[in-house]
């Protein structure tokens, strides 16, 4: 299978799942919402002030943040506090999620409720230990940065402009390196649903092994659903910058536009998972182990 071929395949999947593409942005409204309700009430009390919210129609967003800042520290204080405590959750949410998520594209389902979440609740457990195995590699890509980094101050000479460009390598080395360890850990979460594995020590071994044998089709495939992705954004934020009257329905549907940005950032990451997910299956070595399995409860 083609690139390409992988990815039409696997935006075809998502456009065919919207039922499932709607509940993961809801879950995201919810946890969002729950972060943002420590803070919801002392700024709504902040723009009932009338000059407050003057200033906001007249696009001073800058002076209401610092406005809220200085008056409301105190729920501020606490809704760090409850935004760190929900994003944890999110994240665990998400981990668990992806079983869902991963077996409907394998299985190439519609969405059903059943199954989507007996395998979220069925691979948790799994996901949660690639997740761990999967920071063993990103703390040795920070730890590589930070020695590089080291390293220059060491022989960084009298050139400033010299030092900054090698820094910005740096930094780009390690951002690459951070996504190539994403890209390689959803490769294992992939052949764990589908080849129905239960050792992830091995599998996170055998995801980097796949990557690199395909090398030129997965990094392509992943960097073309990343030139899509940073296209929306770049599209969204100049569109959130155009601001043709300061009203209280162009504020309206400036929130909108944002809340279609992170619907569409969610559909992203489905093409990722999807898109990779129909590569897997096409390019990697079939062992039907859920078959094989199935097959042995039908004899006995």
Not at 278 to 288: D, E, G, M, R, V
Request: charged fraction near 15%.
């Amino acid at each position: 299978m083609k690139m390409t071929e992988a990815f039409l395949t696997g935006m075809k999947t998502v456009f065919s799942n919207k039922k499932l593409w709607a509940l993961l942005f809801g879950i995201q409204l919810l946890f969002a919402a729950i972060a943002l309700s420590p803070i919801k009430a002392e700024f709504n009390d902040m723009l009932g002030n009338r000059l407050i919210g003057q200033e906001l129609l007249e696009g001073n967003t800058g002076h209401v943040f610092v406005e809220f800042i200085i008056h409301h520290a105190t729920a501020l204080s606490l809704g760090m506090k409850v935004i760190l405590m929900v994003g944890m959750l999110y994240l665990l949410a998400t981990i668990f999620l992806n079983g869902g998520i991963i077996g409907c594209f394998i299985e190439n389902r519609k969405f059903n409720a059943g199954a989507f979440f007996g395998d979220a609740g069925a691979f948790f457990g799994r996901f949660f230990r690639l997740f761990l195995f999967s920071l063993v590699f990103l703390l040795l890509a920070i730890l590589l940065y930070v020695g590089f980094d080291k390293l220059l101050m060491l022989f960084k000479g009298d050139s400033e402009v010299a030092l900054l460009i090698l820094k910005v390598i740096g930094f780009i080395f390690l951002g690459f390196w951070i996504l190539f360890i994403q890209m390689v850990f959803d490769y294992a979460k992939i052949r764990t649903v589908h080849e129905d594995r239960k050792g992830m020590f091995k599998t996170g071994l055998s995801a980097w092994v796949f990557v690199f044998k395909h090398l030129g089709k997965t990094l392509g495939l992943y960097y073309l659903i990343s030139i899509v992705g940073l296209t929306l954004f770049l599209l969204f934020a100049m569109g959130s910058t155009f601001n043709p009257a300061n009203t209280g329905i162009t504020i309206f549907l400036l929130l909108l536009w944002q809340q279609l940005h992170s619907f569409l950032r969610i559909g992203v990451r489905m093409a990722f998972l999807a898109s990779e997910s129909s590569l897997y299956t096409f390019q990697a070595p079939i062992i039907k182990n859920r078959i094989d399995n199935a097959s042995a409860r039908i004899s006995m």
